[in-house]
């Protein structure tokens, strides 16, 4: 697998690597910037992997505990908008994702649906994806 994919958790890059034979030029310049704390818009053909490149590091970051020193919103550059160690985050926010309403519907079922619910440290209680 790719260097960046090596930012993702032990868990994730297994998932990634049995559901896929590789990431895709989108999926690697977005992580490239989003694991870093940048800032990303991703413009490519349809069935490139938008959603998903969108979408797995903040699954993964949701579903990872946070090193010992870090808060749980911090990103891999160590910065972030933690609150600390030890002390218990704030209600927020925490990932917003834009997306065509026509799409929206097959992007939350087929690219994040599998994903979260294919994650070994899912908890009983833990944040879950929810449509309306």
């Known amino acids: 697998m790719t260097e960046v994919l090596q930012r993702f958790s032990p868990a994730t890059r297994a998932w990634f690597g049995q559901a896929f034979a590789a990431p895709t030029e989108a999926q690697l310049g977005a992580w490239d910037a989003i694991t870093r704390g940048s ?8 069935g490139s992997g938008k959603t998903l ?36 985050p704030l209600p927020r926010t925490r990932v917003l994702y834009i997306s065509p309403l026509k799409a929206l519907g097959v992007d939350v079922e087929r690219n994040l649906r599998a994903p979260s619910s294919a994650s070994p440290r899912r908890r009983p209680g833990s944040a879950s994806l929810r449509s309306r």
Do not use: C, M, N
């Open 53 to 88: 490149a969108a979408f797995l590091w903040a699954i993964d970051r949701l579903a990872t505990p946070a090193p010992s020193g870090q808060s749980a919103t911090t990103d891999a550059a160590g910065t972030g908008t933690g609150t600390g160690v030890g002390v218990a």
């Open 39 to 46: 800032h990303a818009l991703v413009v490519a053909p349809t």
